[in-house]
Structure formats: structure tokens, C-alpha cells
């Protein structure tokens, strides 16, 4: 991937129940264990966006410095079977944490996604209890 790829924004927001979408690029900045077994923490780095999630390790194995793609979507995203990781949940907290920061939580059935960033139209189109699916896809394989 290149430089100019690093932390590209895609937003597709216009509060219709069905349209609002996140995707981002960015590479994997932290990877640590869960204190449930079997459970990696992820943190990926865009730019604008800092994404942290949990997942299980059989289900999708990142490694420092990958590159991947995420997206937030109210519609299922195409992906690519046995491959990328598709999971759907809720959002469950929408919070404008300070005049520069916004974030948002999403609970998948477990498993936890927090999304913060420094641009708050990113993130504006997302409501509580939305339901959205993320996806996660690594670059480059």
C-alpha cells in the first residue's frame, strides 16, 4: 500500500436508516492478548480514525504493520468468503467526548469495536442501537 493510501476515508452519510457508511485504510499499530483466551485486542491506526477491537484469534490473525480496510456499514458490505472478517452488532454509545474528539461503541454480539475520531462528520451518521456490520479486510494478501 502506499503512503497515499494511509488513513483514506471513505463516508457515506446521510442519515437515511440504510445509507451510512465508514470505510477506512489503515495499518495495525498494536496487537495484545485479551484476558479471555483465545481473544486478540487490535488497535489500527487511519489517520483521522483510531479503531480498536476485539476478536477471536481463530477467526482473524493481524499482525503489527498489516495493512487492512474496515468498514461500518447499515448494509451488508460485499467481502470475500472464509477470508474477511464480517461480524454485525449494535451500536451501543455515540459520544462527543470533547470539541475534538467523537466516538462511537459497537457491541457485536461480545465482542467490542470502539471507534474515536477527530473529525465528528465521520462518525455523525451512526445512532444508538443501529444496526451496522464490520468488516475487516487485509490489504496485500
Not at 488513513?7 to 446521510?14: E, P
Not at 467481502?79 to 475534538?100: A, F, P, R, T
Request: glycine share 6%; charged share 25%.
Amino acid at each position: 500500500m502506499s503512503s497515499q493510501e494511509y488513513g483514506q476515508q471513505h463516508v457515506s452519510s446521510d442519515r437515511s436508516e440504510t445509507s451510512s457508511q465508514l470505510e477506512i485504510v489503515g495499518k495495525v499499530s498494536e496487537v495484545t492478548k485479551s484476558y479471555i483466551p483465545n481473544v486478540m485486542i487490535y488497535t489500527v491506526d487511519c489517520g483521522d480514525v483510531k479503531v480498536r477491537f476485539d476478536a477471536h484469534s481463530k477467526l482473524l490473525r493481524l499482525k503489527q504493520g498489516d495493512s487492512v480496510t474496515i468498514s461500518i456499514s447499515k448494509e451488508l458490505p460485499p467481502y470475500n468468503k472464509g477470508v474477511d472478517l464480517v461480524m454485525w452488532g449494535y451500536v451501543i454509545s455515540v459520544k462527543n467526548v470533547d470539541e475534538q474528539l467523537s466516538k462511537i461503541v459497537l457491541s457485536l454480539w461480545g465482542f467490542i469495536v470502539i471507534v474515536e475520531s477527530s473529525k465528528r462528520e465521520l462518525l455523525s451518521g451512526f445512532n444508538v442501537m443501529d444496526k451496522v456490520y464490520f468488516k475487516v479486510a487485509k490489504l496485500g494478501t
